[in-house]
């Protein structure tokens, strides 16, 4: 793994969200599907490109992030809605691996994560990871259409409607 990636702990913490509300999310849910395959979808190897310099802060772990951009796309928020939502909306919290206690990150890792995408050799990597888990598993529902798009294109905010 490269530089100042940030990553997620594979234990869960005593206030994990999905493990003391996951039976709240709704079976076959974008939700759901996220939650339970968030680390296989978005291994922090997939993001290693991303950090080769090695200077700066350890960044927000690369499956929060992802995670927290597949939805902010489903549902068609902005930067700063979609962070909002992480801290505040349960379902998101589950979905991204966090505790009921954390504290979302600023809206402008959303920004410099997105530049980072784009300027990479694999710009649509998240949404083919969680293209390929659909396909596979056949988790989807009409109020989560299979994504199409990254958000990394030109009206991110919209990208997978």
Do not use: Y
């Not at 490269?2 to 206030?15: A, F, N, V, Y």
């Not at 290693?48 to 992802?66: E, N, T």
């Not at 489903?74 to 009921?100: C, F, H, M, P, Y």
């Not at 997105?114 to 009409?142: D, H, M, W, Y």
């Amino acid at each position: 793994m490269g530089g100042m990636q940030g990553t997620s702990r594979p234990d869960r913490e005593l206030l994990d969200t999905a493990a003391l509300c996951g039976h709240l999310l709704s079976p076959g849910s974008v939700h759901a599907l996220l939650a339970e395959h968030r680390h296989r979808l978005f291994p922090d190897e997939l993001f290693a490109d991303l950090f080769a310099s090695g200077r700066g802060r350890p960044s927000v772990p690369a499956d929060v992030i992802a995670t927290v951009m597949v939805l902010q796309a489903l549902e068609g928020r902005s930067d700063r809605e979609a962070v909002v939502a992480l801290g505040t909306d349960l379902r998101w919290k589950a979905a991204a691996g966090l505790a009921i206690t954390d504290e979302p990150f600023h809206p402008t890792v959303l920004t410099l994560w997105r530049n980072k995408l784009r300027a990479s050799e694999a710009p649509q990597r998240i949404f083919e990871a969680v293209r390929a888990v659909i396909t596979e598993t056949g988790v989807t529902s009409k109020s989560t259409p299979p994504p199409e798009r990254t958000p990394s294109t030109p009206n991110s905010a919209r990208a997978l409607r």
